[in-house]
């Protein structure tokens, strides 16, 4: 059974900062890539950032420059450092991890339960 669970989320001022974790456990044999997504009301969710294994790092334009996306492989966990935060950032940030639960298994998709970043004054 894999789980995913985020911390960090919160309510902060515009220009402010947050730092999101999340961290996998459970049986996994092999990691693909571990990120987060959002999805604010009334959209669809999309990819804020990921890291793919071997290190690329794929990432939203509206975020590059002001957040961060870092994984500690050994923790299995991943972490979103948030920086000049503006309200449109507002939304619920799932964690995402693409990974291989046995030898020879098949990749797929496991999300958190996710969390909510408020940014307003």
């Known amino acids: 059974q894999v789980q995913l669970v985020e911390s960090g989320g919160g309510l902060v001022q515009p220009g402010g900062s947050l730092r999101l974790s999340c961290a996998a456990s459970?049986?996994?044999?092999?990691?693909?890539?571990m990120g987060w997504y959002r999805q604010a009301p009334g959209k669809e969710r999309e990819l804020v950032a990921r890291i793919i294994s071997g290190g690329n790092i794929n990432s939203a334009d509206s975020v590059k420059g002001r957040f961060t996306i870092s994984r500690d492989n050994a923790k299995m966990t991943v972490y979103l450092k948030m920086n000049s935060l503006k309200p449109e950032d507002t939304a619920v940030y799932y964690c995402?991890?693409?990974?291989?639960?046995?030898?020879?298994?098949?990749?797929?998709?496991?999300w958190g339960q996710g969390t909510q970043v408020t940014v307003s004054s």
């Open positions: 459970g049986s996994i044999f092999s990691i693909n890539s």
């Open positions: 995402n991890a693409n990974l291989v639960v046995t030898w020879g298994g098949i990749s797929r998709d496991y």
